[in-house]
C-alpha cells in the first residue's frame, strides 16, 4: 500500500468528501474554502460547525492549512499529492482540444523544430499555462548536406536529418572556393553520409578523406574539413527546450508572494538550465508524471506544478518530452489528457519522419 493510499484510509466518507471538495474548489477558484461555502454543497447535510471540525482534523493530517486566521483552508502540498493519486478523475482529452492540436500539426510542416515550436505553442494556449517541449537530440541519420555560398567569406552549411529537422551553421570557408567546388565537396560529402549520424560521419571523415584522397581535389577538401569543424556536438543544447506562454502565468495574479513566486519560475525558465534532467523527470517508462511543488526538482524554488510526459521514437526509446507548468492549482484533470495525448502524437509524427 502507498503512502497515499494508507493515509486515504484513515479518512471515513465524510472526512473524504470535505477534504476532495475543499481540493476541487480550491484548484477552481485559488482561494481558502470555508466551512459555511461547504455545507451548501455536501451530500449529507452538516452544520457548518461539523463540517469545521472535519477540516481540523484533516488540517491536523496535514492535508490542509489556513493561510489566515479565522480564513478557509487550502490545500497542502501533502494534500494535493493524495488528491492527484488517490481522487483525480482523468478522462479522455477533450474533442474540441484534440482538433485544436490535431489542426497545429497538420501543416505539413517539415523542419521538426518548427513543428515541436508550433506543438509547444498550441499546448500553451490550450492550457493557458507555460508550455515546455524538449526536443530530440541530433543523432537521427543525416539524408542530405548542401553547402551553399553567402559571399567570400561566408557559406552555410545545409544538414537535412532522415527525421525532418534542418540544421544551419555558418562557417568561414577557405579562400577560392567556388560553386564547383562547394558542389565537390557536397556530393563527396553525401556519398558518406548515407545511413550514419553526424557523430559517426565526424568520427569516420578523416580517414574516408585520406583513403580517397584522389576523389576530392584540395578546394573541396579544405572545404569539407572547414564544415566539420563548426559540427561539434552541442551537448548541453539549450535551445533544445522550448518555452512558451509565461505570460498565462501572471494572467491571475496579484499577491506579493504569488508575483515573487512567479519570478523565480521566470528566472529558471530563462535560463533553460538542467535540461537532461527535465528529460530525467520522465525516467519510468512512458506515461504522464506530476510534480507538485517542491517535489519539482527542477522548479522548486518557485513552488510551481509540472505535469509532463515524454515521447518515444518508432524505437519506443524516449527522446524528448512535453510539459505543462503552473502554480499548484492547475486543473490536473484537464492537462495530463492533453499533456499524454500531445506526447503521443508528437512520438507518432517523428517516428513516421524517421521512416521517410
Do not use: C
Amino acid at each position: 500500500m502507498t503512502y497515499s493510499e494508507n493515509l486515504l484510509s484513515e479518512l471515513n466518507d465524510r472526512s473524504r468528501e470535505v477534504f476532495r471538495r475543499v481540493v476541487e474548489s480550491y484548484l477552481s477558484s485559488g482561494g481558502p474554502v470555508g466551512s459555511r461555502t461547504l455545507t451548501r454543497s455536501m451530500t449529507e447535510r452538516l452544520s457548518a460547525a461539523t463540517v469545521r471540525n472535519v477540516m481540523q482534523d484533516l488540517e491536523h493530517l496535514g492535508l490542509l492549512d489556513s493561510p489566515h486566521i479565522s480564513a478557509g483552508r487550502i490545500p497542502t502540498q501533502q494534500g494535493l499529492r493524495l488528491f492527484v493519486d488517490s481522487l483525480l478523475e482523468v478522462g479522455s482529452v477533450a474533442s474540441e482540444d484534440r482538433e485544436i492540436m490535431d489542426a497545429a500539426l497538420s501543416t505539413g510542416e517539415k523542419d521538426v523544430t518548427t513543428l515541436l515550436d508550433q506543438v509547444s505553442t498550441t499546448l500553451s494556449a490550450i492550457t493557458n499555462g507555460a508550455s515546455l517541449v524538449l526536443s530530440p537530440k541530433q543523432d537521427a541519420v543525416i539524408k542530405h548536406i548542401e553547402f551553399v555560398s553567402l559571399a567570400p567569406d561566408r557559406a552555410l552549411v545545409v544538414l537535412v536529418f532522415a527525421n525532418g529537422h534542418v540544421e544551419n551553421r555558418m562557417i568561414v570557408p577557405p579562400t577560392g572556393q567556388t560553386p564547383s567546388s562547394m558542389r565537390e565537396a557536397a556530393n563527396f560529402l553525401n556519398a558518406l553520409v548515407e545511413g550514419r549520424t553526424l557523430a559517426e560521419l565526424r568520427l569516420n571523415i578523416g580517414q574516408e578523406i585520406t583513403q580517397r584522397r584522389q576523389e576530392v581535389d584540395s578546394l573541396a577538401r579544405e572545404l569539407v574539413e572547414s564544415g566539420l569543424a563548426v559540427w561539434q556536438p552541442q551537448d548541453d543544447q539549450p535551445d533544445r527546450l522550448i518555452v512558451r506562454g509565461r505570460s498565462n502565468l501572471l494572467s491571475d495574479t496579484n499577491e506579493v508572494h504569488d508575483i515573487e513566486r512567479i519570478r523565480r519560475l521566470f528566472d529558471d525558465l530563462e535560463r533553460k538550465r538542467d535540461i537532461a534532467e527535465f528529460l530525467d523527470l520522465t525516467e519510468g517508462g512512458e506515461g504522464v508524471r506530476i510534480f507538485i511543488g517542491s517535489e519539482n526538482k527542477l522548479f522548486s524554488l518557485s513552488g510551481s506544478s509540472l505535469v509532463v510526459s515524454p515521447y518515444m521514437n518508432a524505437d519506443r526509446q524516449i527522446i524528448g518530452a512535453v510539459g505543462v507548468i503552473g502554480p499548484t492549482r492547475l486543473n490536473y484533470g484537464r492537462i495530463v489528457p492533453i499533456v499524454d495525448y500531445t506526447a503521443q502524437l508528437v512520438g507518432k509524427l517523428l517516428s513516421e519522419r524517421g521512416r521517410g
